[in-house]
């Protein structure tokens, strides 16, 4: 279970309180219509937490359900998607009324644009220290 709410903390300060006054309900006479009506709030309290915990646990166990659902609807999904393109073929149109796509080909590819033309790369210098190549 969830660890202890506010509410919960509240409910067994209410319930302490009744006790004690209810131990010494012969020192407190005043008290006693005081007391039926927080018992009988506190009897109300109890069955909405219940009635409250039954419905968490219901709700987890919907989650789960929905969460099995939704694994085995995709699952039947994707293989009806697949066997409409084997029917169909995966270039048809037709696929389109199913919320498929199908297969016009790739994009010519784009030729980059060359820019501005380059200045042709000059040789370094040949320095003296080394002797020129034969050929």
Same mark, same amino acid.
């Given at each position: 279970m969830a660890g202890k709410t506010r509410f919960?903390?509240? #409910?067994?300060?209410?319930k302490r309180l009744h006790g004690l006054v209810e131990a010494n309900k012969?020192?407190?006479?005043?008290?006693?219509?005081?007391?039926a009506k927080l018992?009988? #709030?506190?009897? +109300?309290a109890q069955e909405v937490v219940n009635r +409250?915990?039954?419905?968490?646990?219901?709700? +987890?166990?919907?989650?789960?359900?929905?969460?099995?659902?939704?694994t085995q609807g995709n699952?039947?999904?994707a293989l009806m998607?697949?066997?409409?393109?084997e029917h169909y073929g995966i270039t048809e149109e037709k696929l389109t009324e199913f919320d498929l796509q199908?297969?016009?080909g790739r994009a010519p590819k784009k030729k980059k644009d060359p820019g501005p033309p380059q200045p042709p790369e000059t040789p370094p210098p040949v320095s003296s220290d080394t002797p020129p190549e034969v050929e």
């Open positions: 919960d903390g509240m #409910i067994g300060g209410w012969a020192e407190l006479p005043s008290l006693e219509p005081f007391l018992g009988a #709030i506190l009897d +109300q +409250q915990n039954a419905m968490r646990a219901a709700k +987890q166990e919907a989650s789960k359900e929905v969460q099995k659902l939704s699952r039947l999904a998607r697949a066997a409409l393109k199908p297969f016009r």
